[in-house]
């Protein structure tokens, strides 16, 4: 048995025990009993800006997502697009019935000198005013990546205590929040699993949550489901993508199996968009040997699919 088969064996007999205990069977006492959400869980699909396969038209994609069974969108996080397009997006979403999730940008609060930590915390104020202004969940944020510059207790302790702390603060104060992205071994040593991410996020406080995501997960966690119940309310966003090649989901064959981890934003009653953050499979090489990939109406058809093969799965779970 390896390491990862030895973890998920546990993990699944741990939250085994949760589920009796949620049901009042197998019981001891002074253990917590799990209750059922108050509203059922519900899968809402998302498109993240930039994947949307239309041009750059705000009515276009939007209607795409309308017309093609998707609920949410994800926007960019730059503050020169959010000026331009956010509230525009926000509107045109309203209208459509379709949820504003997070904006997804990149980040990073692990430097040895403060000034550049400070400096990275005030590049943010300015987009959680739009964004909480826009009404989207929040912005995605990364705390460290690749080499921090200083140790992993005092990079913690610092965003804990000052730098994430600070952001959370000015997020719950227009009304969104910062959403904490744990990565995988490789792109930061730092937050690379969804409980590490919800303990923070609860340390934080208000203006605080975590999100999970599919690919980043299937290199960390031992078990899907166990990672989003230990999540709990405090997971507020999911990214999806194939679980072999970080494609389109279904790009990997039988490989993407999603069963697992529906089965655990169904048990906590996750009702937050999952959105796809996945590329294209190449079709085939050019003259010059570098690859192609669909056309815009090829990619609409993959996504329609991959919609389909998504909320087959859902259903399963």
């Known amino acids: 048995m390896n390491r990862r088969d030895f973890l998920k064996g546990g993990a699944v007999a741990g939250m085994a025990a949760a589920c009796l205990s949620a049901r009042g069977e197998g019981c001891c006492s002074g253990m917590p009993k799990l209750t059922p959400p108050a509203k059922p869980a519900q899968l809402n699909l998302c498109l993240q800006w930039g994947g949307i396969p239309v041009r750059d038209d705000v009515n276009e994609k939007l209607d795409f997502l309308s017309a093609n069974g998707f609920q949410a969108v994800e926007t960019p996080s730059g503050l020169g697009w959010l000026r331009e397009k956010g509230l525009k997006v926000a509107e045109g979403a309203k209208k459509r019935g379709l949820m504003l999730t ?20 005030a590049k943010f104020m300015p987009i959680l005013e739009i ?14 990546r690749g080499r921090p510059e200083v140790g992993l207790k005092e990079l913690r302790a610092d965003f804990v205590e000052n730098t994430g702390k600070r952001l959370a603060e000015k997020a719950a104060a227009c009304g969104t929040d910062i959403v904490l992205e744990p990565l995988r ?32 997960m299937r290199w960390e966690e031992p078990n899907f489901f166990a990672a989003f119940v230990a999540a709990g309310p405090l997971l507020a966003h999911v990214h999806i993508a194939s679980l072999a090649t970080r494609k389109i989901p279904g790009s990997d064959g039988a490989a993407d199996n999603y069963v697992d981890g529906f089965k655990g934003l169904k048990f906590i009653g996750y009702r937050g968009a999952v959105s796809v953050e996945a590329g294209f499979k190449e079709i085939g090489r050019n003259e010059k040997n570098k690859p192609t990939y669909p056309d815009n109406a090829g990619k609409r058809d993959i996504l329609v699919k991959m919609s389909a093969m998504l909320r087959r799965q859902w259903e399963e779970a």
């Open 102 to 121: 997070t904006a997804c940008g990149p980040s990073r609060f692990d430097y040895a000198d403060k000034a550049k930590n400070d400096a990275e915390v």
């Open 131 to 144: 964004l909480g202004e826009m009404k989207s969940v929040g912005l995605i944020i990364c705390p460290a």
């Open 185 to 216: 071994r490789g792109e930061t040593p730092f937050l690379r699993q969804v409980s590490d991410g919800a303990k923070m996020a609860q340390e934080i406080g208000k203006g605080c949550k975590v999100m999970g995501d599919f690919w980043h």
